[in-house]
């Protein structure tokens, strides 16, 4: 029985459906190797050391998260996905890690607000993530200077 919102058009899209479903499958091992869920909820939505993290052009992402478009901009209404990142005059793409982290919670079998909550957080370490760019090129630029 085919999804009338969602259907794989080809081996790419089997192929970035299946690699969304492990990075997710790897977020739940490492919750339950931890023992302790709720913090590792916090880490696994964090991005960890700064690091510039791979994106996914919204054909891709729509992919990966198993939604149409008009389910994709919706569920970002809701609050229920992460907000797209503007990386051109007419391109926008989310960080794929940022997927990989909402399907594990829905894997998981979390709640809408607990998934809000994870968005909220993975937004909000967008932020974190951009000052201490910025904080460690004036750093860099200063050191050049000196």
Do not use: H
Not at 19 to 25: H, Q, R, S, V
Not at 85 to 93: C, D, F, T, Y
Not at 98 to 112: C, D, F, M, P
Not at 115 to 124: F, G, H, K, Y
């Amino acid at each position: 029985m085919a999804n009338d919102n969602f259907t794989l058009q080809s081996t790419e899209e089997t192929r970035a459906g299946a690699m969304a479903c492990m990075d997710a499958l790897r977020i739940i091992d490492r919750i339950a190797a931890s023992g302790n869920a709720e913090s590792t909820w916090e880490e696994c939505c964090q991005i960890e050391d700064n690091s510039i993290k791979a994106m996914q052009l919204m054909p891709e992402a729509f992919k990966a998260s198993c939604k149409s478009r008009s389910r994709f901009y919706d569920d970002i209404k809701k609050g229920l996905m992460v907000p797209m990142v503007r990386i051109g005059a007419n391109s926008v793409a989310v960080p794929e890690d940022e997927i990989a982290a909402i399907n594990a919670a829905k894997i998981a079998g979390k709640s809408n607000d607990e998934i809000r909550q994870i968005v909220s957080r993975l937004v909000a370490d967008r932020q974190d993530v951009a000052q201490s760019r910025v904080s460690a090129s004036r750093t860099a630029k200063e050191d050049l200077q000196s």
